[in-house]
Nanobody, 124 residues
Framework: QVQLVESGGGLVQTGGSLRLSCAAS????????MGWFRQAPGKERDFVAR????????FYADSVKGRFTISRDNGRSTVYLQMNSLKPEDTALYYC?????????????????WGQGTQVTVAS
């Protein structure tokens, strides 16, 4: 089992940048593909980005493509989400998630472990 702790959220102006981090506990971080999701108040939890176990493959939601970059450091058991050119519609609680055996990765059902989330607020 892996435990995930997100950090790096905050308040930023439109057009600004933030870098989210997600630190994982346990020695087997590299066995998990990792994803980022976000949830705005009153809305469903939506897929943002996903990175494969070896970091060889990444995939993004259309809404963040070209602005966000997911990366991982298996030696530090950490996954990152670099967010640039932020917009007010990016405001949400951002969650990282670990995928063990699942195949589908754009849905919450494909992930086995979740963090508690970190708030990102983009002021207009």
């Amino acid at each position: 089992q892996v435990q995930l702790v997100e950090s790096g959220g905050g308040l930023v102006q439109t057009g600004g940048s933030l870098r989210l981090s997600c630190a994982a506990s346990g020695p087997t971080f590299s066995r998990y593909a990792m994803g980022w999701f976000r949830q705005a108040p009153g809305k469903e939890r939506d897929f943002v980005a996903r990175i494969s176990r070896s970091a060889g493959d990444t995939f993004y939601a259309d809404s963040v493509k070209g602005r966000f970059t997911i990366s991982r450091d298996n030696g530090r058991s950490t996954v990152y989400l670099q967010m640039n050119s932020l917009k007010p519609e990016d405001t949400a609680l951002y969650y990282c998630a670990a995928q063990d055996l699942g195949v589908a990765f754009t849905t919450t059902l494909g992930y086995d472990y979740w963090g508690q989330g970190t708030q990102v607020t983009v002021a207009s």
